[in-house]
Every structure is written in structure tokens, then in C-alpha cells.
């Protein structure tokens, strides 16, 4: 018995997700991407896609134009919220052979009608939680093994020029409880670079918890890999 750990990465970073693939397959590691704005790839994102996919990982929607789920439902409807925001999001990804069976919410912004209406078009669905270092909020992020619905937990470096909440060591702790387990945690970051204008993860830190994750001996899929019922 293991835990499950699914590392995450969100909207539109392919180039520096591709430089990345050597650091995921040192570890074993399948994880899954969350494109945004699937239908406006370029020809150079398009084909760093399905090299992700080659190698093994999944690709999952993060919508069409990233609109925060709970607020477009009200104002759209569910019908019009699905055909603006997912229907082309996934025949997009679906188009470069990806399953697009999984879904993250934008800005972590969901609530049980959301669920409700996502979960009619997706697998699984990833949100977020508080980054804490308070190890009882924290462990809330690990979940059973058959949930549909996942807190996800950031583990970004950095936000532009700014350092994010340095938790390392609530994360190690966390880890290791998910290897006493056979519960799974979701783990989700953005750009990887050592900088970048918005939300990223330092390579090192990120080959860090890989290194962690691998001698805890936790499973590291990605969500198409993720059927829990045919593990034992
Ligand atoms: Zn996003």
C-alpha cells in the first residue's frame, strides 16, 4: 500500500513543461498538464503537446479562456457555460490525442454545482486549498484514493519577482503521510523556469519533491492513469 501523488501544472507553458521531461522520467513521474486556451495553440505548442503526450503524460482541460466556473454558470447557465468555456477546449486537445478527461478549475474557483456540472464531461476534477504550513489544514489536501474531486496544494517558488510562502517542510511532512496511506494528494504549479513573470516552480524545487515523492515510494501518475480500482 502506497499513496498517490499527481502533480499538476496549469494554462500555457509547453516549451518549458517539455524542458522538464527529463526531470520526470529520472523519477518515474507521469503527471498531468492543464492547457488553457487549447484552440489558440500555435503550431510550435501544438506539437510540444503531443510530445508530452508521448512521453507519457496526460492532458487535461483548464478551459477555454480561463473563466472562473462558479461565476459563469450564473451569469451563462450551465448549456452556455459548457459550450463557450469547454466543448472547444476539449475537441482542441482531443484533436492532438489527448483524452482531455480531466479537468482544473481556474483560480481554484468552484462549489458543488460546478462539480455538479463538470463532472457530466470529466473524470476528475482538481481544486485548490489554503498554502499553509499548519500541517492539520494541510493534511486536509489528501483525500481518498476513489474522490472525483481534488483539493489540490500549490507548490509554486514564486509569482513574478515575488517568493511564495517557503513550506517545504509542511510539504515533506505531508508526503510522508501520504506514503503511510493509500490516500492521494494533487499537487498543482504553473510556468516551470528558475523565473517567470507569473506563477512558477524553480526546476530544483520541483526536482526536489520529485526526489522526495520517488524515495517515499508513492505512485506519481498522471489522471489518465489514475483508476484506482484496478490497483491493489
Ligand atoms: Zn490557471
Same mark, same amino acid.
Given at each position: 500500500?502506497? /499513496?498517490?501523488?499527481?502533480?499538476?501544472?496549469?494554462? *500555457? &507553458?509547453?516549451?518549458?513543461? !517539455?524542458?522538464? %521531461?527529463? +526531470?520526470?522520467? $529520472?523519477?518515474?513521474?507521469?503527471?498531468?498538464?492543464?492547457?488553457?486556451?487549447?484552440?489558440?495553440?500555435?503550431?510550435?505548442?501544438?506539437?510540444?503537446?503531443?510530445?508530452?503526450?508521448?512521453? /507519457?503524460?496526460?492532458?487535461?482541460?483548464?478551459?477555454? *479562456? &480561463?473563466?472562473?466556473?462558479? !461565476?459563469?454558470? %450564473?451569469? +451563462?447557465?450551465? $448549456?452556455?457555460?459548457?459550450?463557450?468555456?469547454?466543448?472547444?477546449?476539449?475537441?482542441?486537445?482531443?484533436?492532438?490525442?489527448?483524452?482531455?478527461?480531466?479537468?482544473?478549475?481556474?483560480?481554484?474557483?468552484?462549489?458543488?454545482?460546478?462539480?455538479?456540472?463538470?463532472?457530466?464531461?470529466?473524470?476528475?476534477?482538481?481544486?485548490?486549498?489554503?498554502?499553509?504550513?499548519?500541517?492539520?489544514?494541510?493534511?486536509?489536501?489528501?483525500?481518498?484514493?476513489?474522490?472525483?474531486?481534488?483539493?489540490?496544494?500549490?507548490?509554486?517558488?514564486?509569482?513574478?519577482?515575488?517568493?511564495?510562502?517557503?513550506?517545504?517542510?509542511?510539504?515533506?511532512?505531508?508526503?510522508?503521510?501520504?506514503?503511510?496511506?493509500?490516500?492521494?494528494?494533487?499537487?498543482?504549479?504553473?510556468?516551470?523556469?528558475?523565473?517567470?513573470?507569473?506563477?512558477?516552480?524553480?526546476?530544483?524545487?520541483?526536482?526536489?519533491?520529485?526526489?522526495?515523492?520517488?524515495?517515499?515510494?508513492?505512485?506519481?501518475?498522471?489522471?489518465?492513469?489514475?483508476?484506482?480500482?484496478?490497483?491493489?
Amino acid at each position: 500500500m502506497t /499513496g498517490t501523488l499527481l502533480l499538476t501544472f496549469d494554462d *500555457r &507553458h509547453v516549451a518549458g513543461w !517539455e524542458e522538464a %521531461l527529463p +526531470l520526470f522520467e $529520472a523519477a518515474g513521474a507521469r503527471v498531468t498538464f492543464f492547457v488553457v486556451e487549447a484552440d489558440l495553440l500555435d503550431d510550435a505548442e501544438q506539437a510540444g503537446v503531443r510530445r508530452l503526450l508521448a512521453a /507519457g503524460h496526460s492532458v487535461g482541460s483548464h478551459g477555454a *479562456r &480561463h473563466r472562473n466556473a462558479d !461565476e459563469a454558470i %450564473l451569469e +451563462l447557465g450551465a $448549456a452556455e457555460y459548457l459550450r463557450t468555456e469547454i466543448t472547444g477546449s476539449v475537441a482542441a486537445l482531443r484533436s492532438l490525442g489527448a483524452s482531455a478527461s480531466s479537468f482544473a478549475y481556474p483560480n481554484s474557483r468552484r462549489d458543488e454545482t460546478t462539480d455538479a456540472v463538470l463532472l457530466e464531461v470529466f473524470d476528475h476534477l482538481r481544486g485548490g486549498s489554503p498554502r499553509t504550513t499548519d500541517l492539520g489544514v494541510a493534511r486536509a489536501s489528501i483525500v481518498p484514493r476513489d474522490a472525483k474531486v481534488f483539493p489540490g496544494r500549490g507548490i509554486d517558488t514564486g509569482r513574478g519577482g515575488v517568493p511564495q510562502l517557503n513550506d517545504a517542510v509542511a510539504l515533506s511532512e505531508l508526503l510522508g503521510e501520504l506514503a503511510e496511506g493509500d490516500g492521494t494528494l494533487v499537487l498543482y504549479a504553473h510556468e516551470i523556469a528558475p523565473v517567470g513573470r507569473g506563477n512558477h516552480i524553480h526546476p530544483d524545487r520541483l526536482h526536489a519533491v520529485l526526489i522526495e515523492a520517488r524515495r517515499l515510494g508513492l505512485r506519481m501518475v498522471g489522471f489518465d492513469d489514475y483508476s484506482p480500482a484496478s490497483w491493489s
